[in-house]
């Protein structure tokens, strides 16, 4: 079985695989994909496929 790395999100702290992650990101600075869609005010958004990168 292939473990796959999981990274942590710097804005919610949830550790997620790295689908869940828009890529080219720096490592310094990483953002889910659903964090990138919540707005100030509104966070957490409900995470849905939508937060998901295409594979």
């Known amino acids: 079985m292939i473990h796959e790395p999981?990274?942590?999100c710097d804005?919610?702290?949830a550790?997620?695989?790295p689908e869940?992650?828009?890529e080219g990101q720096s490592w310094w600075?990483?953002?889910c994909i659903r964090c990138e869609?919540?707005?100030v005010?509104?966070?957490p958004i409900s995470?849905?496929?939508e937060h998901r990168r295409k594979l």
């Open 11 to 13: 804005r919610c702290g």
């Open 29 to 31: 600075h990483k953002w």
């Open 6 to 8: 999981h990274y942590r």
């Open 20 to 22: 869940r992650y828009r």
């Open 41 to 43: 005010g509104q966070f």
């Open 37 to 39: 869609a919540s707005p």
């Open 47 to 49: 995470e849905t496929d």
């Open 15 to 17: 550790k997620k695989p």
